[in-house]
Nanobody, 126 residues
Framework: QVQLVESGGGSVQAGGSLRLSCVAS???????MGWFRQAPGKEREGVAA???????FYADSVKGRFTISEDNAKNTLYLQMSNLKPEDTAMYYC?????????????????????WGQGTQVTVSS
């Protein structure tokens, strides 16, 4: 089990940018790390993920706008979000699952990840 703490959320106007951070309590090199988001009344959905081989996943809705990355030396995961849209408004969660690998066509699901942060709110106004 690894503890995860997100930060970097806030309020921004449409077209703006934010960078979310997720600091882990232990080395994350063996983990698949992911970002999920959940808007009121909606399911928690996978936004982006990266595994130990640096294979990545992006939801279609964020491709070209969001970039996931990690700094293993700092045990930190990042989500760079650009050209934000009102529909990006949600609580964003960091998640981790040890020894999980990504493959083409795989869509991360909530139940695939065992460790979760508390979330950080992102609000995008038009």
């Amino acid at each position: 089990q690894v503890q995860l703490v997100e930060s970097g959320g806030g309020s921004v106007q449409a077209g703006g940018s934010l960078r979310l951070s997720c600091v882990a309590s232990a080395p994350i090199k063996r983990y698949c790390m992911g970002w999920f988001r959940q808007a009121p009344g909606k399911e928690r959905e996978g936004v982006a993920a990266i595994d130990s081989d640096d294979t990545t996943f992006y939801a279609d809705s964020v491709k070209g706008r969001f970039t996931i990355s990690e700094d293993n030396a700092k045990n930190t995961l990042y989500l760079q979000m650009s050209n934000l849209k009102p529909e990006d408004t949600a609580m964003y969660y960091c998640a981790a699952e040890v020894d999980m690998r990504l493959w083409d066509g795989y869509v991360p699901r909530r139940r695939d990840f065992g460790d979760w942060g508390q979330g950080t709110q992102v609000t995008v106004s038009s």
